[in-house]
């Protein structure tokens, strides 16, 4: 079964470091995401992309994170200057199209932890 | 004001019996309506989704849709233990945007 799959499952970093998490969504979908959760708490929408711009964003995606989609297949998320607080799990995302199908699938994210 | 609203929990139900989880939501164009379940560190996995008014069941879940009222919910017949765990009520509003609640954790007692 096609899935959305996330590197690195774990990633560590220094505040004020750049870090770029990477997803490759399943391959025919059209619609992709970054999400994040903080240990404990909500599922929180960061972005969503599609036909290679932003849709929409949150007030949480500051001009500190930028998205890329910059080939076929790989989907980033950068957040340029890590703070404390962006330790979150990070879950990126993909729906089908939002016509026939609007089902969001969810890699199984990627923990970061900034010291 | 919060966009889904989900009662936090826990929600103990002994095992066997019916776990009833509760949604809603407060925007109005909402079309489209999922429940996940997410276990502890886990990525929500999809387990039921309903777009129009009414009941849709599939196995031992039931996903129950109003939206006059702007309330949807879960029925899980028969809970097991294997069902403990945080249950996200989902929405697509406008712009793909898909919003999640802060989920109900659900204990299922042997």
């Known amino acids: 079964e096609p899935e959305v799959t996330q590197t690195p499952s774990h990633q560590v970093t220094q505040m004020g470091q750049e870090v770029i998490l990477r997803c490759v969504p399943i391959s025919n979908h059209l619609y992709f995401y970054w999400y994040r959760q903080i240990l404990g708490q909500k599922v929180e929408f960061l972005v969503s992309?599609?036909?290679?711009?932003?849709?929409?964003k949150s007030e949480i995606f500051d001009d500190q994170f930028s998205v890329e989609r910059p080939d076929g297949s790989n989907f980033t998320l950068k957040i340029r200057s890590t703070k404390l607080e962006d330790s979150a799990m990070y879950f990126c995302?993909?729906?089908?199209?939002?016509?026939?199908?609007?089902?969001?699938?969810f890699g199984s994210g990627t923990q970061l932890s900034v010291l | 004001q919060k966009e889904v609203e989900q009662n936090s929990g826990p929600l103990s139900v002994p095992e066997g019996a019916i776990a009833s989880l509760n949604c809603t939501y407060s925007d109005r164009v909402s079309q489209s309506f999922f429940w996940y379940r997410q276990y502890s560190g886990k990525s929500p996995e999809l387990i039921m989704s309903i777009y129009s008014n009414g009941d849709k069941e599939d196995g031992r879940f039931t996903a129950q849709l109003n939206k006059a009222s702007q309330y949807v919910s879960l029925l899980i017949r028969d809970s097991q233990p294997s069902d403990s765990a945080t249950y996200l009520c989902a929405v697509i509003g406008g712009y793909q945007k898909v919003t999640f609640g802060t989920g109900t954790k659900l204990q299922v007692i042997p």
């Open positions: 995302a993909s729906i089908l199209d939002r016509v026939t199908n609007e089902k969001l699938f």
């Open positions: 992309f599609y036909n290679n711009e932003i849709s929409e």
